[in-house]
């Protein structure tokens, strides 16, 4: 019964841990996505500071030391923009240069957490057709079968030292 159970649970585990690496794929789309939408509000932003003959920098100026709320909060947001586009940025190269695997470790070392919370929203499983993917599902399958062996170790043997109790007796 203990064998059964243990394959189960690790197939639902290895289902689990095979969607991973689409889960990485969805997340790196969104990351594109964002960054695409970020650098036309930054570009946007850089032509009308050009326009009025100013760099980036004497922009963001003129807003942060300007009286108007509306204009500071505006330039508070290019400024973050700004930002997330350079942390994205740098998380798109990191998953670029990365291999299979370190893709996963990339994201998860260094993840936005708003897009996290929308790529879960929106995530759709996949069948694991990549060798990460069948990689991920067996290493899954292996930690699932192993816990639940762990966890059903205490029981078996006292199950087991009842049953030599009772043919003692």
Same mark, same amino acid.
């Given at each position: 019964?203990?064998? $059964? +159970?243990?394959? *189960?649970?690790?197939?639902?585990?290895? #289902? !689990? @841990?095979?969607?991973?690496? /689409?889960? =990485?794929? &969805?997340?790196?789309? $969104? +990351?594109?996505? *964002?960054?695409?939408?970020?650098?036309? #509000? !930054? @570009?946007?932003?850089?032509? /009308?500071? =050009?326009? &009025?003959?100013?760099? $980036?920098?004497?922009?963001?100026?003129?807003?942060?030391?300007?009286?108007?709320?509306?204009?500071?909060?505006?330039?508070?947001?290019?400024?973050?923009?700004?930002?997330?586009?350079?942390?994205?940025?740098?998380?798109?190269?990191?998953?670029?240069?990365?291999?299979?695997?370190?893709?996963?470790?990339?994201?998860?070392?260094?993840?936005?957490?708003?897009?996290?919370?929308?790529?879960?929203?929106?995530?759709?499983?996949?069948?694991?057709?990549?060798?990460?993917?069948?990689?991920?599902?067996?290493?899954?399958?292996?930690?699932?079968?192993?816990?639940?062996?762990?966890?059903?170790?205490?029981?078996?043997?006292?199950?087991?030292?009842?049953?030599?109790?009772?043919?003692?007796?």
């Amino acid at each position: 019964m203990t064998r $059964r +159970l243990a394959l *189960a649970i690790g197939l639902v585990f290895a #289902i !689990i @841990a095979a969607q991973a690496p /689409e889960f =990485a794929q &969805q997340y790196r789309q $969104r +990351l594109g996505g *964002a960054l695409d939408e970020l650098h036309r #509000i !930054i @570009a946007r932003f850089d032509a /009308e500071t =050009a326009a &009025q003959s100013l760099s $980036r920098e004497q922009g963001l100026a003129r807003l942060e030391h300007n009286d108007d709320p509306l204009a500071r909060e505006r330039g508070e947001a290019i400024v973050s923009d700004i930002e997330r586009a350079g942390k994205l940025e740098r998380q798109q190269r990191d998953f670029a240069e990365a291999g299979s695997f370190a893709r996963l470790t990339a994201l998860a070392r260094d993840y936005d957490p708003a897009m996290v919370s929308r790529a879960i929203a929106a995530f759709e499983p996949a069948v694991p057709t990549s060798i990460e993917g069948l990689v991920a599902g067996a290493l899954g399958l292996a930690f699932g079968w192993a816990a639940t062996h762990i966890v059903a170790w205490p029981i078996r043997r006292r199950y087991r030292q009842r049953q030599s109790e009772q043919r003692r007796a």
